[in-house]
């Protein structure tokens, strides 16, 4: 059954430091996502892509944030500068359409720890 | 802004027990609601969804209807088993291109 892989499982960082988090979605799949959950808080959505660029994206994906397809298959996201704040685990997702015709279908997740 | 709000876990039965886990919801116009599982060591994972109003959705003996009088989707299970402990999170979308979640109650089922 195809499924969405993201690496690292987990990282562990500095404050200050760059960290690139990888997924590979699903092969026809056209719509991709990321979203984060700090611990004991809510999964919180970043950011939605579509056709290569940004279609959507929330209050908390500021500048230091930037997400990137850049062979085909992989998504990725950026932080450039990461803050303690940033520590949380970071699912990667993909639909093939829009969230109310089509699932949603998740990585097992990117657990950041800043430090 | 669309919200949902779902039951402080952990949930914590005996096999066999009846489950419900209580999720409402704010949303402007007319949402879908969904409910995704999380089980160890994997990703979020589709259980069920309805899309309108008075609609049940169902599957692997979980179910949920979507009541609009009292915005609300919560999930039962007539007779939870040791397999089903996992953190279940009750989402809606409003057809854009995100979902807004709930911060996921923690089931535990013990044999």
């Known amino acids: 059954e195809p499924e969405v892989t993201q690496t690292p499982s987990h990282q562990v960082t500095q404050m200050g430091q760059e960290v690139i988090l990888r997924c590979v979605p699903i092969?026809?799949?056209?719509?991709f996502y990321w979203y984060r959950q700090i611990l004991g808080q809510k999964v919180e959505f970043l950011v939605s892509?579509?056709?290569?660029?940004?279609?959507?994206k929330s209050e908390i994906f500021d500048d230091q944030f930037s997400v990137e397809r850049p062979d085909g298959s992989n998504f990725t996201l950026k932080i450039r500068s990461t803050k303690l704040e940033d520590s949380a685990m970071y699912f990667c997702?993909?639909?093939?359409?829009?969230?109310?015709?089509?699932?949603?279908?998740f990585g097992e997740g990117s657990r950041l720890t800043v430090l | 802004g669309d919200s949902v709000t779902q039951m402080e876990g952990p949930v914590t039965l005996s096999e066999e027990a009846f489950l419900t886990i209580n999720c409402t919801y704010t949303?402007?116009?007319?949402?879908?609601l969904f409910w995704y599982v999380q089980y160890p060591g994997e990703g979020l994972q589709l259980l069920l969804k309805?899309?309108?109003?008075?609609d049940k959705g169902s599957n692997k003996g979980f179910e949920a209807t979507y009541r609009k009088e009292t915005t609300s989707f919560h999930l039962e299970k007539g007779s939870v088993q040791v397999s089903d402990s996992a953190v279940y999170f009750c989402?809606?979308?409003?057809?854009?291109?995100?979902?807004?979640f709930g911060t996921g109650t923690r089931l535990k089922v013990l044999a």
């Open positions: 997702a993909s639909s093939n359409g829009k969230t109310n015709t089509g699932e949603l279908f």
């Open positions: 092969s026809n799949h056209l719509y």
């Open positions: 892509f579509y056709n290569n660029e940004i279609s959507e």
């Open positions: 949303a402007t116009g007319y949402p879908s």
């Open positions: 309805a899309t309108k109003a008075d």
């Open positions: 989402a809606l979308t409003s057809g854009t291109y995100k979902y807004i």
